[in-house]
């Protein structure tokens, strides 16, 4: 199971640090990564990590937003800066294992506006 928790109102330009609690150990863990989803749009890949601790990032967010994973407490982070309205969105964490199992939060609203 997963736990996002962190989200909130955020003046732009403002900064933010997402965090996600997931179940079971590290090392099953394929790939950790963080979605959103905006009104009226598709969910989206913002951030990933790898096992061996590869990122990748939506280009939207690079330079901006950071994505890193705690081995021992078994969570996931996005820290995010430099905030824009249209980052606004349900964000969640995401698990897949090297089994082909894939698991989702329940997600967590950011808010970024004035």
């Known amino acids: 199971q997963l736990q996002a928790s962190g989200g909130g109102l955020v003046q732009p330009g403002g900064s933010l640090t997402l965090s996600c609690a997931a179940s079971g150990k590290m090392f099953n863990f394929m790939s950790m990564s963080w979605y959103r989803q905006a009104p009226g749009k598709q969910r989206e890949l913002v951030a990933a990590v790898t096992a061996g601790g590869t990122t990748n990032y939506a280009d939207s967010v690079k330079g901006r937003f950071t994505i890193s994973k705690d081995n021992v407490k078994i969570m996931v982070y996005l820290q995010m800066n430099g905030l824009k309205p249209e980052d606004t969105a349900v964000y969640y964490c995401?698990?897949?294992?090297?089994?082909?199992?894939?698991?989702w939060g329940q997600g967590t609203q950011l808010t970024v506006s004035s």
């Open positions: 995401k698990t897949a294992n090297y089994n082909g199992i894939v698991s």
